[in-house]
Structure formats: C-alpha cells, structure tokens
C-alpha cells in the first residue's frame, strides 16, 4: 500500500538511457523496464522511478535536487562508480554525520554517496 502524500516515483533526465541503464545496473542492481524507446523505469523496494531521453539534464548546482545514496562501504562503490563509467565530481569529504562524494552518471545526472 503506498503511503498517502508520500513520495511515490521520480523521474530523472538522461543525455544517454542506454549508458544510464548500464550504469545503474553494474553499479547498485538495478533492473529496468523499457517503455518506448525514450522511457525506462525501475523499481526499487521503497521507491519507484524512471529515467526520460533529454538533451539537457540540471545538476544540484545549478537549483535541481541531489539524490543521494547510502553506502557501508564507500571507498568500495567509489570504485563501482568509477567503473561503470561514472565520473567523480567530488571527492570524498567530511560533513557533520559521516562523509560522502559527489558523482555523475553517463547519462548527465548529479548524484552522491554517503556514509558513516
């Protein structure tokens, strides 16, 4: 059952849905759902989303949200990340809590892990 007026699904921009999917895949498991050639969905255990073909995606500087993960390991996903393809915008830093990076994903997305 979702709960009433929480958020249920986001959506993201993606300059790359084939480079995204790839992403996503190799660096936390993720499975998606193609519908059309300019649409992908996944489903995770508490969140659902998507990802949509466009030219120009916003990063956190310029105003658009940071989605953030979590990570027990954070040196170990940096690593993933790197990998996969993704880039490091920010690397590794204290803040009150724990530490976390900055990162962006093929597709243009700017995202960032955190952990204790």
């Known amino acids: 059952m979702i709960k009433h007026e929480s958020i249920n699904y986001l959506e993201f921009a ?9 992403f996503f895949k190799a660096v ?12 992908t969905a996944f489903s995770l255990d508490q969140l659902d989303g998507g990802f949509y073909a ?8 310029a105003g658009a949200p940071l989605t953030v993960f979590y990570s027990a390991d954070i040196a170990e996903t940096r690593q993933k990340i790197r990998n996969a393809g993704g880039r490091i915008t920010r690397d590794i830093f204290e803040f009150p809590g724990g530490r976390r990076f900055h990162f962006k994903e093929p597709g243009g997305n700017e995202m960032a892990v955190w952990s204790e």
Do not use: I, M, R
């Open 14 to 22: 993606s300059q790359d849905l084939t480079e995204t999917k790839s």
């Open 28 to 39: 936390f498991g993720w499975s998606f759902t193609d519908y059309g050639p300019e649409y």
């Open 54 to 61: 466009a030219k120009q995606v916003k990063t956190a500087d």
